[in-house]
């Protein structure tokens, strides 16, 4: 992972651009399988820049906790690392079974008006704070991030969904992936399948130094919700994370909202 790499001095060029669409991951320190009694470092990370620090939105806006069996724990306290413009937080494993770590930013509202300028508010909230001004659109917006902790051949709730907006949900288990393998998906909207849905996909080492740099583009979910991609990266002789993202838009009639526009990813470790 790159940890050395910051966009603090780049924060203000940026700015405008990291109100809403961001990548929103959570990620492991290292890319091993960790026995039980081991402590994890979770990093949760909200950036155009994958695995690299670009945005601190506050400890009131984002929060991170693991499935273990199946049941979801406590939030973690988290740590602001205002360095490297992530969050930090310790998971201890109690046993070797699979742990799902979640980093959910919890979502708010963008307005935007017709003169380019933007606020956190809701439309209704934005136009009687902005007597005068003309409102373009309206956005609320949601983003999941899921990290799977050691994977296990003979684990059997790897694609067990966990009810968040939308969510990638393996039907291979990763546990059984190697460099070259192919994996299946499925992205699942308010717990159903969703069709037509983009999907993008890199891995760690891949170029971290440009904006939404993904391996592949352009391709969508077919009509059950499922897309499968080959895990082709270099052999840098240690595993390598790779990176699953997914969003929607849906059009809503709503007084607070035009648009509704989750986001997810998924992270876990090829061997």
């Known amino acids: 992972m790159k940890k050395l790499f910051s966009l603090l001095g780049m924060s203000l060029v940026l700015a405008s651009l990291t109100f809403a669409h961001e990548t929103t991951i959570v990620t492991g320190d290292t890319a091993k399988d960790y026995k039980s009694g081991d402590t994890v470092t979770l990093y949760g990370i909200s950036s155009h820049y994958n ?30 690392d205002k360095d490297r413009l992530w969050y930090e937080a310790q998971y201890r494993l109690t046993d070797n079974n699979l742990a799902v770590a979640v980093f959910r930013s919890i979502g708010g509202y963008t307005t935007t008006f017709s003169d380019g300028s933007r606020v956190r508010l809701n439309k ?16 609320y917006f949601s983003k999941w991030g899921k990290y799977y ?19 990638i949900v ?21 717990g159903n399948p969703l069709p037509n849905a983009e999907v993008k996909a890199t891995y760690d080492y891949y170029d971290y130094r440009t ?20 895990l082709n990266h270099p052999n840098i002789g240690k595993p390598v994370v790779w ?24 992270l876990f470790a090829v061997k």
């Open 243 to 266: 990176i699953f993202r997914a969003r929607e838009v849906q059009r809503v009639n709503s007084p607070e909202t035009d648009e509704e526009n989750p986001a997810a990813t998924l």
């Open 170 to 190: 393996p039907l291979d288990n990763p546990a059984n992936m190697r460099r070259g393998s192919t994996i299946k998906l499925r992205v699942l909207y308010r």
């Open 149 to 167: 902790i050691n994977p296990s051949k003979t684990d059997r709730t790897f694609s067990t969904p966990l009810g968040h907006d939308i969510e």
């Open 51 to 80: 695995l690299v620090g670009e945005e601190l939105e506050g400890l009131d806006a984002v929060e991170m906790y693991v499935y273990k069996n199946g049941v979801k724990g406590a939030n973690l306290p988290l740590k602001e």
């Open 211 to 230: 904006m939404d740099a993904w391996v592949s583009t352009g391709r969508k979910t077919d009509s059950k919700g499922e897309i499968s991609f080959r």
């Open 124 to 139: 209704r909230q934005a136009a009687d704070a902005n007597p005068g001004k003309t409102i373009t659109k309206t956005n």
